[in-house]
């Protein structure tokens, strides 16, 4: 497997018991700071890589509490509590000392039990191949990463000011150039959605995440399975109000299957 | 007003800087422990407490770390970083130093905006006056500090074990005897939707839930406005698999505004 942009940018090095240094990634810039999915990832990572970890992520939430400078970071994961199953985590992204993230995360060992779809996958999606790829001239650094095909609420270039009666994307998305889906990249799928605000208004307007959670339905066989190919996502809001509006996405398996639900508050200005 | 149980159970004294005490209340008691949304409400309350508190809840993610034992607890809430508009809050409910749940929140001072609905309240549902009150026998004590009207998805007595397609419910709820609505009670309302697996299922199992986030969409005026009348509340699922499902659900006001919504992920055995 050759050498992908994304692995280095959650690259971390060990920095003593329960840290870890990293920096940020220029392939994976905003239009400031990084990309919101590249840091979901690479806390993500801290777990993954962490000695003590105990099973695969079933929960994780990343409260943005300052912008993430260019450069170098440090991550503090600790293991607040591990019982037979499940394990909890407590994170903290930091840089010279002020906090730009927390965090926690739920793993666990999952067991084979009873279990049901209810939610269905989103019905009549074109293949990919009868979708053109999203244009990403123009568009911040890590939007280039990825490869997406809307079926429906893309973003409007230019935009026109015309306010739509919904939100509602669908699309294919996945990493580019491709490369197999691990629950680190699919942490960060789960934010690539635009902010709906732009979808709705199709207008600029000032916005920033400030706290995102991931809900992981699939396990490791499941992303195993679903190798380098496009995942089928979906995303909504339900309100905007008074400098805030909520964001809903799910992900699927090009199967049919729910890889994973995300839900985000999101910081707007006029 | 008269002293209600509710605010008897989040009570909390200052127990030195970011510490606060407080005990688990009989009233609010679950098959085992108390009910997860007391516990959403009592972390709430330290922050609404706290007296470097600045603005209104955005975001509260609670991760049930491990069971409350009924008793005394303390509870550590720490602003980790306060901009000029949001604030960010780590939490930990702990009892004799073992951690029982973690939480994050995010805090803020919103402005008026450009505001729109997107999703709709739920249509059709009857007035609070034709459904009758669920009956509470047999069920945990918090259970019968609700006053539950359901249109659709109530919880079978007995269970009969017929798997239904879907667990989505609808109801009126408020608190009983009413109270005013306030962020602390609306934080509990929002995990008092059963677990979806039993409403799918019909059929009893263990469960838990591990980790409880939500989205406040209404300010205080909003709040005001709602004063202790029904809330609409529509909880489902989108997936169950090996040992854990999701669970969201929407509390609506009378008048047909957002007031939260709330996503959680759910342990279950068979």
Do not use: K
């Not at 195993?224 to 309100?239: K, P, S």
Request: with cysteine; glycine share 8%; proline share 7%.
């Amino acid at each position: 497997l050759a050498h992908h942009e994304f692995d280095a940018a959650i690259e971390l090095a060990s920095a003593g018991e329960h840290r870890f240094s990293g920096a940020t990634s220029p392939a994976y810039a905003n239009m400031v700071g990084p990309f919101g999915g590249i840091t979901n990832a690479v806390l993500m990572n801290a777990v993954l890589m962490h000695p003590q970890r105990q099973g695969d992520p079933i929960a994780l939430t990343v409260n943005f509490a300052g912008p993430v400078a260019d450069g170098a970071f440090e991550i503090e994961a600790r293991p607040v509590r591990t019982n037979r199953s499940t394990q909890h985590w407590t994170l903290q992204l930091t840089q010279q000392g002020s906090v730009a993230a927390t965090a926690t995360a739920v793993f666990a060992l999952r067991r084979d039990t009873w279990s049901r779809g209810e939610a269905l996958a989103p019905q009549g999606m074109p293949p990919v191949s009868a979708l053109p790829r999203a244009a990403t001239s123009g568009r911040p650094a890590w939007a280039q990463r990825y490869d997406m095909r809307f079926d429906e609420g893309e973003l409007a270039v230019p935009f026109d000011g015309q306010e739509q009666p919904h939100s509602v994307s669908r699309l294919w998305v996945r990493d580019e150039p491709p490369r197999p889906l691990d629950y680190a990249s699919l942490a960060a799928i789960c934010d690539s959605f635009f902010p709906r605000i732009f979808i709705r208004r199709r207008a600029p307007s000032p916005v920033g995440t400030v706290t995102l959670t991931t809900f992981f339905h699939a396990d490791s066989v499941m992303l195993a399975e679903q190798g380098d190919r496009h995942v089928l996502g979906t995303a909504r809001a339900l309100n905007y109000r008074n400098s805030y509006f909520d964001q809903s996405a799910e992900i699927w398996s090009d199967g049919g299957q729910l890889l994973a639900s995300t839900h985000q508050m999101v910081y707007f200005r006029e």
